[in-house]
């Protein structure tokens, strides 16, 4: 698969999205992509990646490539292929991180 993507740097934290909604779609929760387009990377709250030094850049670029992996995963199985997903929004999130946590 070949993607045009649009990546977004503001200070030390970085953003993605398809350029035009062609191979993923355009808004899908399940899929981990949000109302403006750009993908859910990772939870900030929790693990987030500053992109400070070469390899925070690398982190990110892998979790770029991982995601885009699952997404193909993702169109073939019909649901999200990771079983740790968490809940979507960040009051879900938190909560289910709390629960998990004891």
Known sequence: H???LVIAIFGGAATARE????LLPAFCPERHINRDGSFCLFWRAVDDIVIDSVSAARAWWETLIRFLQQQVRAARLRHWPDAKARAHGEKAAVHQLRAARG
């Open 2 to 4: 070949t993607y045009r």
């Open 19 to 22: 350029e035009k909604p062609l």
